[in-house]
């Protein structure tokens, strides 16, 4: 019986030290499991990081092209400014030359050979009769250079007020209004409001209109000479949206707007 009790006690012992190495060994490879899970886990975070990384790099680039563009458009309108400028106060001392009253040319005098030579069947002239016909024709004279010298004063007016205009339009900053046409797409909008701002771009509060706008998606301008920024502000607003069939649209029919002025008409589609 001390036989069988001693058996039994070894092959419980070795069921327990089996036991033992099986826990261990179920350990080791959960251990072993749970580090490979961390390592997959702490690969895809890294590769995460570095395609992050790629689009960062590659907005920077994107950002210093921007930057150099508008630094480009800066000097171009710095140098339309300051070519203006100088026509503007060439045109300016040019109308004050013109205003300036001018001599009239003398009228030219008959001489003396002539004044007392009388023609053969002719009465001789009265002194009173011949001056008044030299009066009138001085009158003649001065009124046909005031003529000349009102139409040429009115002619630098109008350079000068296309100008002045013209400086007027390139000192004032571009305008941007956001209309959505619901609360969904106030988010996004105010997205493309930043990235304008950044470009030194006035955009106020973003409108929601609801019931009104088109079912596209618009980008307005209202002066045809202001297209190219119109297509800038559409390519900006396309790569919010990540939508090429946004509408640029001419409102120049519309009536008197401010220079520089841009409207942005999220569509129902946005």
Do not use: C
Not at 6 to 29: C, N, P
Request: charged content about 30%.
């Amino acid at each position: 019986m001390s036989d069988e009790i001693r058996q039994w006690q070894r092959a419980r012992a070795s069921y327990w030290a089996a036991a033992l190495t099986l826990a261990g060994f179920a350990v080791v490879v959960g251990a072993i499991g749970y580090s490979v899970y961390q390592l997959q886990t702490l690969e895809a975070r890294i590769t995460e990081l570095e395609e992050t990384k790629k689009r960062l790099q590659q907005d920077i680039v994107e950002k210093r092209e921007e930057v150099a563009e508008r630094e480009a458009e800066l000097a171009d309108v710095q140098e339309a400014i300051t070519a203006a400028q100088e026509e503007l106060d060439a045109i300016k001392n040019e109308l004050r030359m013109a205003e300036m009253p001018q001599e009239a040319e003398p009228l030219p005098q008959a001489s003396a050979a002539g004044q007392d030579a009388e023609q053969p069947g002719e009465r001789p002239r009265e002194p009173i009769a011949e001056a008044q016909e030299a009066e009138a024709e001085a009158r003649r004279a001065r009124l046909e250079q005031q003529q000349v010298q009102e139409a040429r004063i009115g002619r630098v007016q109008q350079r000068l007020s296309d100008v002045q205009v013209a400086l007027d339009k390139l000192r004032i900053r571009p305008r941007v209004y956001i209309h959505v046409r619901s609360r969904s797409q106030i988010a996004l909008a105010e997205a493309v409001s930043k990235r304008l701002s950044g470009l030194d771009i006035v955009v106020p509060e973003v409108e929601v209109v609801m019931d009104q706008g088109p079912s596209r998606t618009q980008v307005r301008y209202f002066d045809e000479n202001e297209r190219p920024l119109a297509a800038d502000i559409r390519r900006i607003l396309a790569e919010g949206l990540g939508d090429e069939r946004i509408e640029l649209k001419n409102f120049a029919h519309t009536g008197d707007v401010r220079p520089n002025q841009f409207e942005i008409w999220f569509g129902t589609d946005a």
